[in-house]
């Protein structure tokens, strides 16, 4: 019984430290309410605000070197954006928030030719939604609207 004791609290240990949080490299630019995507094992962070400021940044992590770059800025600075549409190895960006207008446009980034291109817009401009890939096709859900209403 003694015997199995440490290799109880040796396997513990590793078990903890495996699954523990570890610090990375911070972003260039710390921001709440970004879009995100990950192609090709890349995060990618997209607008969001700060400070009372919309931003239209971009930057990308690299996990592998544990470092952030900068990447071309987004057309129209915007917040409150959803995470992880990505088709195509390209990422959508959909509605969001620019200080007082709520928006309908998306766009999309193409990492390969870091290029922004504007996209269909949503019915209703919404912002703090949450989107999903299935089939190839966006579905934007919820969020927040004119109305003042969040869903």
């Not at 260039?28 to 995507?37: C, F, L, M, T, W």
Request: charged share 15%; net charge neutral.
């Amino acid at each position: 019984m003694s015997k199995i004791i440490p290799f109880v609290v040796i396997f513990a240990l590793i078990f903890c430290y495996a699954d523990s949080w570890r610090t990375k490299a911070p972003m260039n630019s710390a921001r709440h309410g970004i879009g995100s995507g990950v192609i090709n094992g890349k995060l990618y962070a997209i607008g969001g605000s700060i400070s009372g400021w919309v931003l239209n940044d971009n930057e990308v992590y690299d996990p592998i070197g544990n470092y952030w770059q900068s990447a071309p800025s987004m057309l129209v600075p915007r917040t409150g954006l959803p995470a992880g549409a990505v088709i195509n190895n390209e990422i959508y960006i959909m509605g969001g928030l620019y200080y007082e207008a709520i928006l309908s446009e998306n766009m999309s980034f193409n990492p390969t030719t870091n290029a922004w291109k504007v996209t269909a817009s949503m019915p209703t401009p919404r912002y703090d939604l949450c989107c999903a890939v299935v089939g190839g096709k966006i579905y934007t859900i919820g969020g927040c609207g004119y109305d003042g209403e969040c869903a």
